[in-house]
């Protein structure tokens, strides 16, 4: 029987980033603790991919238009995931609020080419090596793997707020970065691609052969990201210090 479509609020496993040049201590303790690697310092340039075959899916590769207002993707395509804020344990803020803090994610007023809604996280990175603070959302509920082989990559429109850093990097956990794919030994070094966000909306598109893993961490290290076995999408802030206010709409599959 189909699960009921509702607005509630999903456990989830978070998936922190880092931030650090002190490898190999903080890797290892990272490990040891389950939850924590460290990551390459430092954003992109605004690096925007777009395929020379890419298109559009049509209703099939929406992931979610935010229009609903609420916290579930939309249901097309075998898709069933959840949007969730998380952050570090070390001072960072954000809102809304994560799961852990009683928060319930919901989507704000506004969005890209005068829509209702979008997501919007803000909040402030806290200082220290290892911070970070983000939104992400599972293609599946309960979390699993997800087959999107038949796409090319992923598109959505972002900005950022007047007085927020620009610098986010989009995350794509697959099998082979994500815990829960019990492949990895230095998990959460998922595939990807750094942005750097302009106070307009912006469509960014990134095909799967585009996006890498950050460099001199994380095991294993394949040559490209799995698209048969991805968990979902995570837009991470992790500039220590930093203000954010990152605005995410219309999010999409794209076809080949």
């Given amino acids: 029987m189909p699960r009921p479509r509702h607005l509630v609020v999903h456990k989830h496993h978070p998936h922190p980033r880092s931030r650090s040049n002190i490898f190999p201590l903080i890797l290892l303790a990272g490990v040891a603790a389950g ?15 777009t395929p020379t075959t890419a298109k559009s899916c ?5 992931i979610d238009d935010g229009e609903d207002g609420n916290n579930l993707v939309s249901d097309v395509g075998g898709r069933g995931g959840y949007w969730y804020t998380f952050l570090d344990k070390v001072g960072s803020s954000i809102s809304p609020k994560t799961e852990a803090q009683g928060g319930k994610f919901a989507m704000a007023q506004g969005g890209a080419n005068k829509s209702q809604s979008a997501v919007n996280v803000k909040g402030k990175v806290a200082a220290g090596e290892i911070v970070y603070a983000g939104v992400g959302v599972n293609f599946l509920d309960p979390k699993a793997p997800y087959n999107a082989s038949k796409y090319e990559g992923i598109s959505f429109w972002a900005k950022r707020g007047p007085s ?3 610098k986010v990097r989009l995350k794509v956990p697959d099998s082979n970065t994500d815990p829960d794919g019990k492949v990895c030994s230095a998990c959460f070094n998922d595939f990807g691609k750094d942005l750097s966000l302009t106070e307009e909306w912006t469509k960014y598109t990134i095909a799967f052969a585009d996006m890498r893993q950050l460099g001199g961490w994380g095991a294993p290290r394949p040559s490209r990201i799995e698209p048969q076995k991805l968990y979902g999408a995570q837009w991470q802030v992790n500039q220590p210090g930093a203000t954010y206010d990152i605005w995410i709409d219309d999010v999409e599959f794209i076809c080949k």
């Fill in 58 to 62: 049509g209703p099939d590769g929406l």
């Fill in 35 to 49: 939850c924590i690697a460290p990551a390459s310092p430092g954003a992109g340039t605004g690096a925007v991919s």
């Fill in 164 to 166: 927020s850093t620009g």
